[in-house]
């Protein structure tokens, strides 16, 4: 028996593990369905349509999991023109979407003027009709890195360039190892959260994101749900928690996938664990029709995406028949319904 069962709300990471290690499939549906009722209705999820524009694909990151990226100087680089970018974020509203994430690496011929520059212009010229996720947590602490400034400064900056959002992407699994063996040049979770904590205190928001199926640890898996819980409590600032799974077609680090059971049951354990996070959301991107099942075991949204070039190219594949993935949840007899990104009331003082 867990303390969910007892009326005690929090579990540690010890009871966590026995749950993934002896709880079945029932059990930890039962349990994260508990969860999800405290934050919502047990047969409605929401969705969004959006577009992950990568910008650049020229890095020096060198995740070994990565399948996207070229060094600078090498044949294939590119970055997209204002042009360019303005027709795909039409082409999304075509579809009746209204979110974009824009989502690059670490191009050391973009300073932090490029994206201020091209953020502000997008506020411009599309206002409320669009919203977007300006930035990952890990290309902002590197802006601002090359930039000299603080992550408070970096933050003030894309503030005032119209930015309402930089995610919690480039995270993975947040412990000092996996970085160590995976991405060395990623820095370190300590200026991850450093960097995140600004964000919030900036005003923006912001979220969380993990991804599994790499070589992780259990113990890893945990320590990063720890991590991610430890700092909700500190500052109330994650609007999600989104995990995806590592896709290790044309990467260095290769590997096979994971099954969608083990994802499920991973989506279960987080949506228990993470207590204080409204949001549990499930990837349509990396599970397809998968994905659905999730909204079973805790999940409570979704979205739809039309492109994101960095899990395509690692084997991710983009179903485009919007209506025909959203007769999947309808059968499992959810009532799904849009919603727009929020955005901030208020913004703190510069």
């Given amino acids: 028996m867990t303390r969910i069962d007892t009326g005690v709300?929090?579990?540690?990471?010890?009871?966590?593990?026995?749950?993934?290690?002896?709880?079945?499939?029932?059990?930890?549906?039962?349990?994260?369905?508990?969860?999800?009722?405290?934050?919502?209705?047990?047969?409605?999820?929401?969705?969004?349509?959006?577009?992950?524009i990568n910008y650049t694909n020229v890095c020096v990151a060198q995740c070994d999991y990565c399948a996207f990226y070229v060094l600078p100087n090498q044949e294939g680089g590119y970055v997209l023109s204002r042009k360019e970018v303005f027709a795909k974020i039409d082409e999304l509203l075509d579809f009746g979407?209204?979110?974009?994430?824009?989502?690059?690496?670490?191009?050391?011929?973009?300073?932090l003027d490029f994206y201020c520059d091209l953020f502000a212009?997008?506020?411009?010229?599309?206002?409320?009709?669009?919203?977007?996720?300006?930035?990952?947590?890990?290309?902002f602490v590197y802006l601002a890195d090359r930039a000299n400034l603080t992550h408070a400064e970096a933050a003030a900056r894309l503030r005032d360039a119209g930015v309402h959002w930089i995610t919690g992407g480039g995270s993975e699994i947040l412990t000092e190892d996996f970085r160590k063996r995976h991405a060395k040049f990623k820095y370190t979770v300590r200026e991850y959260f450093d960097a995140q904590r600004a964000i919030v205190e900036a005003g923006l928001k912001t979220t969380a994101t993990m991804v599994i199926g790499f070589d992780e640890t259990l113990d890893e898996r945990l320590e990063h749900l720890?991590?991610?819980?430890?700092?909700?409590?500190?500052?109330?600032?994650?609007?999600?928690?989104?995990?995806?799974t590592y896709k290790p077609y044309g990467t260095a680090f290769g590997g096979r996938e994971i099954p969608p059971r083990e994802y499920w049951r991973h989506i279960a354990l987080s949506r228990?664990?993470?207590?204080?996070?409204?949001?549990?959301r499930t990837s349509v991107l990396t599970q397809n029709r998968d994905a659905f099942r999730v909204l079973d075991y805790g999940?409570?949204?979704?979205?739809?995406?039309?492109?994101?070039?960095?899990?395509?190219?690692?084997?991710?594949?983009?179903?485009?028949?919007?209506?025909?993935?959203?007769?999947?949840?309808?059968?499992?007899?959810?009532t799904v319904e849009y919603r727009r990104a929020e955005r901030p009331t208020a913004l703190a003082a510069p």
């Fill in 9 to 52: 709300s929090r579990i540690d990471t010890g009871e966590a593990r026995r749950l993934w290690l002896e709880a079945s499939d029932d059990e930890l549906r039962r349990l994260a369905q508990g969860v999800r009722g405290r934050w919502h209705e047990p047969d409605r999820a929401t969705y969004m349509v959006m577009r992950i």
């Fill in 97 to 111: 979407g209204d979110l974009v994430a824009f989502n690059g690496g670490f191009n050391p011929k973009l300073p």
């Fill in 272 to 280: 228990i664990f993470l207590d204080n996070v409204k949001h549990v």
């Fill in 226 to 244: 720890q991590r991610t819980r430890d700092f909700q409590d500190e500052t109330n600032g994650l609007f999600s928690f989104l995990c995806w």
């Fill in 121 to 139: 212009a997008v506020r411009e010229r599309y206002g409320d009709r669009v919203e977007f996720y300006a930035l990952t947590i890990a290309e």
């Fill in 299 to 334: 999940a409570d949204d979704f979205d739809l995406p039309i492109e994101d070039e960095v899990t395509q190219k690692a084997g991710a594949t983009i179903e485009l028949d919007l209506e025909g993935l959203l007769s999947v949840p309808r059968s499992l007899g959810y």
